[in-house]
């Protein structure tokens, strides 16, 4: 049987996602880690410790490992902007890829990306879990159901009070960019997804950093601590996207607002419309029809999902999919659309003006 099988799992880049792929990867007896590479050997070395991976699997150069362990599946946990060559290296080399997200921050990474998996027959997953929370499950099948008709409007919100990140995070050269690419792409690949993967056509942009920059002293969040100087990326982040559908977008991020909300996502439809709300908020999906505001038990969701967490679920469904040769469980073709909308949003607020977009690749 399938189930029975086991499945050999290579990591590439050792840091502190790559540790919560290892954990929850670890839940399933049927998965082994067999392999970790890494440009810094001792990180590699506390990697494959942590996690029993044999010392003479453990590498610096990611393609030696490629060719010479018997894995059929890597999971790519590099920083944002090193994204393209191990994701491309490893679909070459017949494995299947678990990238965490985004896909790529240049667009021609991502474009280089999509053509690798293309024709390779291989599963390629952009780690997006908020896929398998309880919340998106059924607001998938509230969509799927025709309950809302055809969106024509959707608002996509990415929202932290005062939640900047430091390290790697804050840095251009590694990150990309900032509140956009961290927490803004999980929103946008939500609700365009939620939206049927609509092909954008132009992006009208603005990026700010005023908060961060203006911030006095050391700062702190968890266990994050930065300064004003650290800071090479926005803090904030608005766009108008418009879809080939005829459809149209509004999108929101930030790590910090003097608010204590900049809204919340929600959706459109010609017969009804439909809201998100905060994680713990209840219900946390709304419906609307007329004049009529439905809880999820008086309209047409469905009944009978149970709450999960998404991480785990996230892994698994990757790790099940390579086991039982299932496709893909996040289709890349609409994530690529996620990277098309961000690298217009990019362009538009460096040159001030609204921007064209190409969805090809």
């Known amino acids: 049987m399938s189930s029975e099988r086991t499945v050999k799992i290579g990591i590439i880049g050792a840091g502190g996602i790559a540790n919560t792929h290892a954990r929850y990867y670890r839940q399933h007896p049927w998965v082994e880690l067999v392999a970790?590479?890494?440009?810094?050997?001792?990180?590699?070395?506390?990697?494959?410790?942590?996690?029993?991976?044999?010392?003479?699997?453990?590498?610096?150069?990611?393609?030696?490992?490629?060719?010479?362990?018997?894995?059929e599946a890597v999971s790519v946990c590099t920083h944002n902007m090193a994204h393209r060559a191990p994701t491309v290296d490893a679909l070459a080399a017949g494995k299947h890829v678990l990238l965490e997200k985004p896909m790529a921050v240049e667009l021609e990474d991502a474009r280089a990306i999509m053509r690798a998996w293309e024709g390779s027959g291989k599963i390629l997953m952009v780690g997006f879990q908020p896929d398998f929370s309880t919340q998106y499950k059924v607001a998938r099948q509230v969509v799927e159901s025709g309950a809302l008709?055809?969106?024509?409007?959707?608002?996509?919100?990415?929202?932290?009070?005062?939640g900047v990140p430091g390290g790697s995070f804050l840095k251009k050269e590694i990150a990309?960019?900032?509140?956009?690419?961290d927490i803004g792409c999980y929103a946008l690949h939500t609700t365009m997804s939620l939206m049927g993967d609509p092909?954008?056509?132009?992006?009208?942009?603005?990026?700010?950093?005023?908060l961060v920059k203006g911030a006095k002293g050391e700062q702190q969040w968890g266990r994050f601590r930065w300064r004003a100087e650290d800071v090479e990326v926005?803090?904030?982040?608005?766009?108008?996207?418009?879809?080939?559908?005829?459809?149209?977008?509004?999108?929101?991020?930030?790590?910090?607002a003097n608010a204590d909300s900049i809204g919340r996502p929600f959706?459109?439809?010609?017969?009804?419309?439909?809201?998100?709300?905060?994680?713990?908020?209840?219900?946390?999906?709304?419906?609307?029809?007329?004049?009529?505001?439905?809880?999820?038990?008086?309209?047409?969701?469905?009944?009978g999902l149970r709450e999960v967490e998404d991480w785990p679920e996230k892994i698994k469904a990757?790790?099940?999919?390579?086991?039982?040769?299932?496709?893909?469980?996040?289709?890349?073709?609409?994530?690529?659309?996620?990277?098309?909308?961000?690298?217009?949003?990019?362009?538009?607020?460096?040159?001030?003006?609204?921007?064209?977009?190409?969805?090809?690749?």
């Open 267 to 303: 959706f459109l439809g010609t017969r009804g419309g439909m809201a998100l709300n905060p994680r713990g908020v209840e219900p946390p999906v709304e419906l609307y029809f007329n004049q009529h505001i439905g809880n999820l038990n008086l309209t047409c969701a469905p009944q």
């Open 234 to 256: 926005e803090d904030f982040a608005a766009a108008f996207v418009r879809f080939e559908n005829g459809a149209t977008m509004v999108f929101k991020s930030c790590w910090a």
């Open 199 to 210: 092909i954008p056509v132009t992006v009208s942009a603005v990026t700010a950093d005023h």
């Open 318 to 361: 990757f790790a099940e999919a390579v086991r039982d040769g299932l496709p893909s469980p996040i289709d890349p073709r609409g994530v690529f659309l996620t990277n098309v909308v961000m690298d217009g949003m990019l362009r538009s607020a460096r040159l001030g003006h609204e921007v064209k977009v190409e969805a090809t690749y």
């Open 149 to 162: 008709g055809h969106i024509y409007y959707a608002e996509s919100i990415a929202f932290r009070r005062w």
């Open 176 to 181: 990309g960019a900032g509140t956009l690419v």
């Open 36 to 71: 970790v590479a890494d440009i810094f050997p001792e990180k590699a070395a506390a990697f494959a410790k942590t996690w029993g991976i044999p010392e003479n699997r453990v590498f610096e150069d990611y393609r030696q490992m490629l060719e010479t362990v018997d894995m």
